[in-house]
């Protein structure tokens, strides 16, 4: 079974820029969140896709958007990026909205994003 | 807001002995989980052990205990015998119906051979 992969692992933009991420869920899983881990700190939601629908989210503005997939894959855009948007951005994945299922995460190795 | 507290920032263990880490956790909620989570310098976050809210039996996976107070909101995590393998950040977490994470600090455990 393959776990979950996000690219690109690094990568360095600049201030007003525009980023996508990318998630590429667990097999079997159909639920996708994502996490911004700033450095030191514990990861913070972001929000959670399932079917495709957004399903929750956290205390981000709306430039953080994102989509997921038919095969239940999954992006983070941020636009107009900030200095305070340099983070690790960590994808899981789950199965189900609700039930014991949908409490065990998966999670990727992140991506590390450094805005100057 | 619902935090989770770690209040050790770093703890240290000799190999092969036992450490506990500590965490407190608010919530308005009667259904919840409770996790801990380890990560590693290669930074993907591993599920270590989790707790259901409503099983009064604390969990237990091989090395790695926890110890769940729920009237006292404290979910604490011991490791036995310690390995070299073991040294990495760890986390607190608690999912509830929003089936979102809330994390804590973090924890930075080192084993000292």
């Known amino acids: 079974e393959t776990g979950v992969t996000q690219s690109p692992t690094h990568l360095i933009k600049t201030r007003g820029q525009q980023v996508t991420l990318r998630c590429s869920s667990q097999?079997?899983?159909?639920?996708v969140s994502w996490y911004q881990q700033a450095l030191g700190q514990g990861p913070q939601f972001i929000f959670q896709y399932y079917r495709e629908e957004e399903n929750g989210r956290g205390n981000f503005p709306p430039r953080f958007s994102g989509l997921q997939f038919p095969n239940y894959s999954s992006e983070l855009n941020v636009n107009a990026l900030e200095l305070d948007d340099s983070a690790l951005y960590l994808c899981?994945?789950?199965?189900?909205?609700?039930?014991?299922?949908?409490?065990?995460?998966?999670f990727g190795a992140g991506s590390r994003l450094t805005v100057l | 807001a619902q935090t989770v507290t770690q209040s050790q920032p770093e703890m240290s263990v000799q190999e092969a002995e036992t450490v506990t880490l500590s965490c407190t956790y608010d919530?308005?909620?009667?259904?919840?989980?409770l996790f801990w989570y380890k990560q590693p310098p290669s930074r993907q976050m591993i599920l270590v052990i989790r707790?259901?809210?409503?099983?009064?039996q604390n969990a237990t996976e091989n090395r790695f205990s926890v110890n769940f107070q729920k009237a006292a909101k404290s979910f604490s995590l011991k490791i036995s015998d310690s390995q070299l393998g073991d040294a990495a950040m760890y986390f607190c977490a608690r999912s509830g119906s929003a089936r979102q994470l809330t994390f804590g600090s973090g924890t930075q455990l080192t084993v000292l051979p």
């Open positions: 707790q259901e809210a409503y099983k009064q």
């Open positions: 899981a994945s789950s199965f189900g909205d609700r039930g014991p299922g949908a409490n065990v995460l998966t």
């Open positions: 919530t308005s909620e009667s259904d919840y989980y």
């Open positions: 097999s079997g899983h159909n639920t």
